[in-house]
């Protein structure tokens, strides 16, 4: 559960391009909701995420997850909770490492890494089989480094990556802006499954309409670093794309 | 042979060096200028602690630890007063200048009669195939134990966070400890290597780590451009080529030195060969 309780940001404060990028915004997410957020750009989207895993610091207000305040926490030490997909899939993996290796990371995201080789036999197997379910034919290269993998295998392996260990809370910055239509929607598809799956909750930022439409349980419209709209469930699936269109009239 | 065996015994004394180059320059990407002050910082404490009779396996790690503690006040410079890497190294080993000064209490110790490392062991018989076979044993082990320790889950957080950090703090990994951890390995190893030459060379001088970070990043480059052309991918062979580099390096430049090149060149030409390094494969993929 994440609960945000009045957060103001406001970038450049006393100076002439000073810009409140969030007003005094309170939010409840409740476990197991997956919610769309939607926006124009320079909204406040992206801010409210960077707020809730720690990269930026409030200007003002309270930051809870599953109860805790973690207001002051930095951003690594958010991730016992949190597990992210990032806009830019170079973001979310480290190139120069094997897969392998990547997963390795991650399964240790809410542990410790100590001076012992974790990287063993039934490791692998756990990862192989793990990556199998994705029917991309990756399995096999486990041992190769991220970087030779395109945009859409890296967003679905680092998908599958937060799943590597305990997890709470997902936030997806706009995880699918860089990919192509098809691989867009296996990264989707594999998104809604794996919520579904683990019982996550989950915080997903796009910028396509019909997305905001197809996925999640809850709608979140933000403008000018205020919440405009918020539907539930049932609001949200009376909801046709024209209605949409016309809130960014 | 004779003249073969000196230049490949350097550059297994400077092999450690290069190893902490190899951290910081291929794991992290910054170019540690620390290491000129540390290498001479390493060189300087085992001049003035095996000249007070203190036995060389003590000081060993005397002179890593203080080398380990220049390369952590970098980090430190670096990470949390958010002081670009290369000029918190250049303080750092402007800084040590004195210190190093200070702790040799002139420019130059000689080491006479002090019982040296290469003195201690004896693996074979001819005194200068000795000293070879300790610098062998040395990187090796040295070799074994840092590919061990990049393989571990820490160690693969430390290759992370020098790659992606965006990635490594989503995971969990406070990058600023990585940075300073990283910074100090390094610096323990140049020191290590400051350690060895001194014996090796059997004195310490104030001005014998100028430049020494280009040796280590020629070395480092030399060995990245062997890991290209046979494209190897595992962590332990990466840093075996390192140790390669280190030997083409020195190769290099003894033969340089006995085609009969003025020895006061020897800076500019080191310099010179770096440059070549760095440049053909980007002349290289350029014309690709």
Redesign the interface.
């Known amino acids: 559960m994440i609960v945000l309780d009045h957060i103001v940001k406001v970038f450049n404060k006393g100076k002439v391009n000073e810009t409140t990028a969030l007003a005094d915004v309170s939010l409840q997410i409740n476990k197991g909701e997956f919610v769309v957020m939607i926006g124009s750009n320079g909204s406040g989207k992206t801010t409210l995420l960077n707020i809730i ?1 720690g ?1 930026q610091k409030t200007s003002g207000g309270r930051v809870f997850i599953n109860n805790n305040d973690v207001t002051g926490l ?4 958010r ?2 909770w ?3 997909v ?1 806009q830019n899939p ?9 897969v392998l ?2 997963f ?3 399964a ?3 542990g410790s ?7 063993n036999g039934s490791f692998q197997e756990t990862v192989t089989e793990k990556i199998a379910t994705l029917g991309m034919g990756l399995e096999n290269k486990i ?3 991220m970087g030779g993998f395109s945009g859409g295998q890296r967003q679905a392996l680092t998908l599958l990556m937060c799943t590597m260990d305990h997890v709470d809370i997902l936030l997806l910055d706009e995880p699918t802006a860089a990919l192509d239509p098809k691989s867009a929607a296996v990264v989707l598809r594999l998104t809604e499954q794996l919520i579904k799956e683990y019982s996550l909750t989950a915080l997903f930022i796009t910028h396509n309409l019909k997305d905001a439409l197809q996925y999640g349980n809850r709608l979140i419209q933000m403008q000018e670093g205020k919440i405009m709209r918020d539907l539930n469930a049932a609001e949200k699936a009376k909801l046709a794309l024209p209605d949409m269109y016309e809130w960014f009239g | 042979m004779e003249f073969y065996l000196t230049a490949l015994q350097l550059a297994l004394c400077l092999a450690p060096m290069c190893m902490g180059i190899f951290i910081t320059m291929k794991i992290f990407k910054i170019p540690d200028i620390t290491t000129d002050g540390s290498y001479t910082l390493g060189a300087a404490v085992t001049a003035v602690l095996l000249s007070r009779q203190v036995p060389v396996f003590v000081v060993l790690p005397a002179s890593m630890i203080m080398g380990a503690l220049a390369g952590t006040l970098t980090g430190f410079i670096h990470t949390k007063l958010r002081i670009d890497a290369l000029l918190a190294g250049i303080l750092v080993m402007t800084g040590l200048y004195s210190i190093n000064l200070i702790i040799l209490g002139r420019s130059n110790v000689p080491l006479i009669n002090v019982s040296t490392i290469f003195g201690s062991l004896h693996l074979l018989s001819n005194e200068g195939y000795n000293a070879f076979a300790i610098g062998l044993l040395a990187v090796i082990l040295l070799m074994l134990l840092l590919t061990y320790v990049l393989k571990t889950d820490f160690g693969i957080a430390m290759r992370a966070a020098g790659n992606s950090e965006t990635m490594t703090s989503a995971l969990g990994i406070n990058n600023d400890k990585m940075k300073i951890l990283g910074l100090a390995i390094a610096n323990g190893l140049t020191a290590l290597s400051g350690y060895l030459v001194a014996q090796y060379q059997g004195f310490s001088d104030i001005n014998m780590g100028i430049g020494i970070v280009i040796t280590g990043l020629g070395s480092v480059l030399i060995g990245d451009a062997l890991r290209n052309w046979f494209s190897v991918l595992a962590i332990g062979a990466q840093i075996g080529l390192v140790i390669a580099g280190s030997a083409v390096f020195q190769l290099v430049l003894a033969l340089t030195l006995s085609a009969g090149v003025d020895p006061n060149l020897l800076k500019l030409i080191t310099a010179s060969f770096v440059l070549v390094i760095v440049a053909i494969p980007r002349l290289t993929k350029k014309a690709a």
């Open positions: 895993e990269a930095p951003e690594h030490k991730s016992k949190i597990a992210r990032f170079y973001n979310g993996t480290a190139s120069e490492l094997s290796d990547n390795r990371l991650a240790l995201r809410t890494r100590k001076l012992t080789i974790g990287i041992h190769l480094p």
